[in-house]
């Protein structure tokens, strides 16, 4: 099978999150196009601008971000690439992560630090109104309902279209529920890490779009499955990775990351991937490896 038949996140097929959210099912995580560390800006900025042109060009209509990509940086560059932004594009960001430093992460999700990164959001990415904003974690020193009722009182402001969730249990997603609509479930989830699997088959039932991040195996069993099946396939890794969420579920928008054009159309190519019964059933069976929070 060749991945070069096909160039268009189009060919993954479309979801539509929230009831009016219509996107191609093959999305972009720019948490990567920040400076190392996910801190301060890139090496290469005009790399980095030319990377999310590109985006749209290959039909990716599904960006998603975070204030603390940064803190601030990635916001700034998705709108300075592409404002004004093309009509069908969705921008989903976070907040709820402080950042004291490179690569150090920090909860904050109460609702004065929730409404100030939302704020800081609208500014950054030159909008009115975010259309998916997700929590980007639940804070043990907060009431995850008080955080949750933050956002949904934003939404009734208008400066919220949709509310999402980030780094969750199906228990959160079912207490979130009850104070405001859910569309997004972002999680980490891979062929290799299945501890969400229930929480996609939830969001399945439930018309939720779920995002997994970190969609490659961590442990030698994953990365031997993998090689092998990219060989059958002459694809990437990451590609087959890909194929394989695409296909797990019609609910599951998987948002690959990178600064490089060269990457980013390698990983567009997956959407074109029709992975074999037998592939996508081996790689099933790669046993769970967990990794640390990040998202």
Sequence with gaps: MSTEQVLSAAAA???????DLVVNRLGYGAMRITGEGIWGPPADKEAALATLRRTVELDINLIDTADSYGPG?????????LYPYPPN???ATKGGWERPGPGQWTHNASPKHLTEALEGSLKRLRLDRIDVHQLHAPDN???FEASVEALAKLREEGKIRHVGLSNVTREHVERARKIVPIVSVQNRYSFADRES?????YCEENN???????????AKKAHDAISKAS???NATPLQVALAWLLKRSKVILPIPGTSSIKHLEENTAA???QLPDSIYHELSSVPHTPVSLRG
């Design 73 to 81: 940086t990635s916001e700034e560059l998705i709108a300075e690439a």
């Design 89 to 91: 594009l969705v921008i």
């Design 271 to 273: 959407a074109g991937i």
């Design 231 to 233: 060989n059958e396939l």
């Design 141 to 143: 020193a907060v009431s």
């Design 13 to 19: 097929g479309t979801f539509t999150i929230g009831g």
């Design 208 to 218: 939720i779009a779920f995002l997994p991040w970190a969609p490659l195996g961590q």
């Design 197 to 201: 699997d229930f929480i996609v088959d």
